[in-house]
T-cell receptor, first 112, second 113 residues
Framework: GNSVTQMEGPVTLSEEAFLTINCTYT??????LFWYVQYPGEGLQLLLK?????DKGSNKGFEATYRKETTSFHLEKGSVQVSDSAVYFC???????????FGKGTHLIIQP | DGGITQSPKYLFRKEGQNVTLSCEQN?????MYWYRQDPGQGLRLIYY???????QKGDIAEGYSVSREKKESFPLTVTSAQKNPTAFYLC????????????FGPGTRLTVL
């Protein structure tokens, strides 16, 4: 079946540090890949997505590239801010109206 | 403003009682979803619906039921058969394509006492 594995947290960084959150997946076919962000007590917001191999999704300084050869979709940001503190979820979606398969989430804490 | 609303934000129930969580969307999406979130577990799919009057079980459907009588509404009932119902429940909707992201509501935190 489908699965998503992402690095466990919490990940603690200082402001302006470089961020990488690793995400790898297992799925048949060609899934679409997503990163969502969740702030405390809220629902999930889409951060970025990629729908085919070698696509790069980007938003608010975050980037992730769909790597089919390594089945990965790592999230990166060059300089994090305190406001980036949240839980980040990597997810995949196979086709049609299928639901999303999520990783367990990575709690990111940015210290001033 | 288009979006998804869930009510109430917090819900308390006694053990053995059924409870229904509301989800409404005005995005004109065909597909709707219910997920359960537990600490350290990520989100798991409970039920989803691709079209009115049709729905499918997700990965953890036992102890839950849904209906889809209107395109914009997809209520979830947590029955007394659900062994561990305390959790954060999230509703989502999307257009019918794997390329499209799902849009999430603000969630309902259910606590069973």
């Amino acid at each position: 079946g489908n699965s998503v594995t992402q690095m466990e947290g919490p990940v603690t960084l200082s402001e302006e540090a470089f961020l990488t959150i690793n995400c790898t997946y297992t799925a048949t076919g060609y899934p679409s890949l997503f990163w969502y962000v969740q702030y405390p007590g809220e629902g999930l917001q889409l951060l970025l997505k990629a729908t085919k191999a070698d696509d790069k999704g980007s938003n608010k300084g975050f980037e992730a590239t769909y790597r089919k050869e390594t089945t990965s979709f790592h999230l990166e940001k060059g300089s994090v801010q305190v406001s980036d503190s949240a839980v980040y979820f990597c997810a995949l979606r196979r086709g049609g109206a299928d639901g999303l398969t999520f990783g367990k989430g990575t709690h990111l804490i940015i210290q001033p | 403003d288009g979006g998804i609303t869930q009510s109430p934000k917090y819900l308390f129930r006694k053990e053995g009682q059924n409870v229904t969580l509301s989800c409404e969307q005005n995005l004109n999406h065909d597909a709707m979803y219910w997920y359960r979130q537990d600490p350290g577990q990520g989100l798991r799919l409970i039920y989803y619906s691709q079209i009115v009057n049709d729905f499918q079980k997700g990965d953890i459907a036992e102890g839950y039921s849904v209906s889809r009588e209107k395109k914009e509404s997809f209520p979830l009932t947590v029955t007394s058969a659900q062994k561990n119902p305390t959790a954060f429940y999230l509703c989502a909707s999307s257009e019918f394509s794997s390329y499209n992201e799902q849009f999430f509501g603000p969630g309902t935190r259910l606590t069973v006492l």
